[in-house]
């Protein structure tokens, strides 16, 4: 069973600071994976994805992908409370564009 | 450029009885797949539509079904509606492999 897992949360941290979301996957063969930030009541709205080993940056966000170990993180710097919102990791295990997604980890930014 | 664009944006029925769900893809995708996310949850993945044909299904009964036309566009059918059906459907299109998806606004659907 291909499996995402990401810690619920809420993760909290003061406004300007740097959050750190994780998210493990069961299977080492995977390719694609995927950033998606979801504010609630709304839809996930694609922010990062990552196919390679070592990091990916674009504006604030910083993706970091680790194939041997089965994870892939996002740092968010300079976290602002827009940034509030529930963050889902995705990833596509077998190159047939089908995304599987993990329970998402709430964030919380306050001011 | 139009995105995905899903309707009803709210729909309420009764148990037992049936519901289609309508989807249009962004402009250029050819790839239509279909998600229910429970409160709480993340968007589990019913199936996949690809030149009008089934590509995908995931761990979901019989009483969900689809259809993709010709212009792109899906439709998602649930029969014989049970409680549990309440959530939110998402309707997520793409273009090629492993592109990430686009999502459109979603069709909350209460059944009671």
């Known amino acids: 069973q291909k499996e995402v897992e990401q810690n619920s949360g809420p993760l909290s941290v003061p406004e300007g600071a740097i959050a750190s979301l994780n998210c493990t996957y069961s299977?080492?063969?995977?390719?694609?994976f995927f950033w998606y930030r979801q504010y609630s009541g709304k839809s996930p709205e694609l922010i990062m994805s990552i196919y390679s080993n070592g990091d990916k940056e674009d504006g604030r966000f910083t993706a970091q992908l680790n194939k041997a170990s089965q994870y892939v993180s996002l740092l968010i710097r300079d976290s602002q409370p827009s940034d509030s919102a529930t963050y889902l990791c995705a990833v596509n295990f077998d190159n047939t564009d089908k995304l599987i997604f993990g329970t998402g980890t709430r964030l919380q930014v306050f001011p | 450029d139009a995105g995905v664009t899903q309707s009803p944006t709210h729909l309420i029925k009764t148990r037992g009885q049936q519901v289609t769900l309508r989807c249009s893809p962004k402009?250029?995708?050819?790839?239509v797949s279909w998600y229910q996310q429970a409160l709480g949850q993340g968007p589990q993945f019913i199936f996949q539509y690809y030149e009008e044909e089934e590509r995908q299904r995931g761990n979901f009964p019989d009483r969900f079904s689809g259809h993709q036309f010709p212009n792109y566009s899906s439709e998602l059918n649930v029969n014989a509606l049970l409680l549990g059906d309440s959530a939110l459907y998402l309707c997520?299109?793409?273009?090629?492999?492993?592109?990430?998806?686009?999502f459109g606004s979603g069709t909350r659907l209460t059944v009671v």
């Open positions: 299977d080492r063969v995977s390719q694609s």
């Open positions: 997520a299109s793409s273009r090629g492999q492993v592109s990430g998806y686009t």
């Open positions: 402009s250029g995708h050819d790839t």
